[in-house]
């Protein structure tokens, strides 16, 4: 009898030893997966994203003025930005809107994806021309290459943009004035007024239209 219950008992007590042990060592947690960076995205595929909500808005939805915006959640890289503005326009409304594309939420009432912004009567300018979505051919990433190799043949902008290389650089895709065709407008600088220069790249070709300072 004391063997069995000596027996009986010891089992009870490995038990015991082992459940506390398990307590005391809890598995470890599962490592936490790294976010993955918000990525920006070049203007051409803004506009796409942008169109794809002008359209049933207007059939005849046509392009006056495509420009980056920035945004601290996506980084800006060569050619490619968190924000893309738009401002479509309908012919047969006689109404330009203005549309928005970001990849994420942000401040300033930036919201992900694309938004559809207020509308406004359109009066038309023999130096704004409007243009449609299949003249543009050429991203903003192919506009910059284009863009960088002008400058470098030219001395004294090539030394400028050496002399600052952490510069921002601007897109605006527009057809105004007399240029014959609609073009990507690389800005290297915050601004246009701001800017050391600007190049033209024809939206359609990728080829170089003109340098301006």
């Known amino acids: 009898m004391n ?6 008992s010891a089992l ?7 459940t ?33 909500i002008a359209r049933p808005w207007a059939p005849d939805a046509m ?4 420009e980056n915006g920035d945004i601290p959640e996506a980084k800006a890289q060569p050619g490619k ?29 930036v919201i992900q994806g694309p938004r559809a912004g207020g509308e406004a009567p359109y009066n038309a300018s023999p130096l704004v021309h409007p243009f449609t979505i299949q003249d543009v051919h050429i991203d903003t990433t192919a506009a910059l290459e284009t863009a960088l190799k002008e400058v470098a043949k030219d001395k004294a902008m090539a030394k400028a943009l050496a002399d600052n290389k952490d510069i921002p650089v601007q897109y605006i895709l527009d057809w105004t004035g007399t240029n014959p065709k609609p073009y ?3 800005v290297f600088g915050a601004s246009v007024s701001q800017s050391l220069f600007s190049i033209l790249i024809d939206a359609g070709t990728g080829e170089f239209v003109k340098k301006m300072h």
């Open 81 to 109: 930005y968190g924000l893309w503005r738009a401002t479509f326009l309908s012919p047969s409304k006689k109404i330009k809107r203005d549309y928005s594309f970001a990849v994420a939420d942000s401040d300033g009432g």
């Open 3 to 8: 063997r069995t219950f000596f027996s009986i």
């Open 63 to 66: 392009i006056l003025k495509v």
């Open 12 to 18: 009870g007590l490995l038990s015991i030893a082992l």
């Open 184 to 186: 990507w407008r690389v």
């Open 20 to 52: 506390g042990c398990g307590d005391a060592a809890p598995p470890p947690k599962k490592a936490e997966v790294a976010k993955k960076p918000i990525e920006p995205v070049s203007g051409q595929s803004g506009l796409f994203q942008m169109f794809q």
